[in-house]
C-alpha cells in the first residue's frame, strides 16, 4: 500500500508556471504507474499524465502536451506535475494516483491523494 501527498497548488496568472507534488510513503513509487488527473467543478475527473514504473514512459492528454510535464525523484519519493504556460481552462482540482496499469482511466488506478487546487486567472 502507499500513500500521497499532494502540494503546490494555489492561484496563478495565465501564462504563468507551478510544480506540484506528490510525495508516497510506504512502498515506493516505483513499484507503480503513477499518474495526475484534475477535476474541475461540475465535471468528470480527467487523466493529465502519467509516467511508468522506471520513468521510461509518459503519456499526457493533448491539452497539456508541450506544456506539462511528468517527472520523479526515485531518492525522494516524489513525483512532479511541472505546468507551464498555464490557462484558466487548467483550473480544477489536482490528484495524484498510483496503480498498476499504464491507463488514462482514473478506474485503473489504486491509491488516490486529496487533492490540490489550481486555480489560473484571466
Known amino acids: 500500500q502507499v500513500q500521497l501527498v499532494e502540494s503546490g497548488g494555489g492561484l496563478v496568472q495565465g501564462g504563468g508556471s507551478l510544480r506540484l507534488s506528490c510525495a508516497a510513503s510506504g512502498r515506493t513509487f516505483s513499484n507503480y504507474v503513477m499518474g495526475w488527473f484534475r477535476q474541475a467543478p461540475g465535471k468528470e475527473r480527467e487523466f493529465v499524465a502519467y509516467i511508468s514504473r522506471g520513468g521510461t514512459w509518459t503519456e499526457y492528454v493533448d491539452s497539456v502536451k508541450g506544456r506539462f510535464r511528468i517527472s520523479g525523484d526515485n531518492a525522494k519519493n516524489t513525483v512532479y506535475l511541472q505546468m507551464n504556460n498555464l490557462r484558466p481552462e487548467d483550473t480544477a482540482v489536482y490528484y495524484c494516483?498510483?496503480?498498476?496499469?499504464?491507463?488514462?482511466?482514473?478506474?485503473?488506478?489504486?491509491?488516490w491523494g486529496q487533492g490540490t487546487q489550481v486555480t489560473v486567472s484571466s
Open positions: 494516483a498510483a496503480g498498476w496499469q499504464r491507463a488514462t482511466d482514473p478506474e485503473n488506478y489504486n491509491y
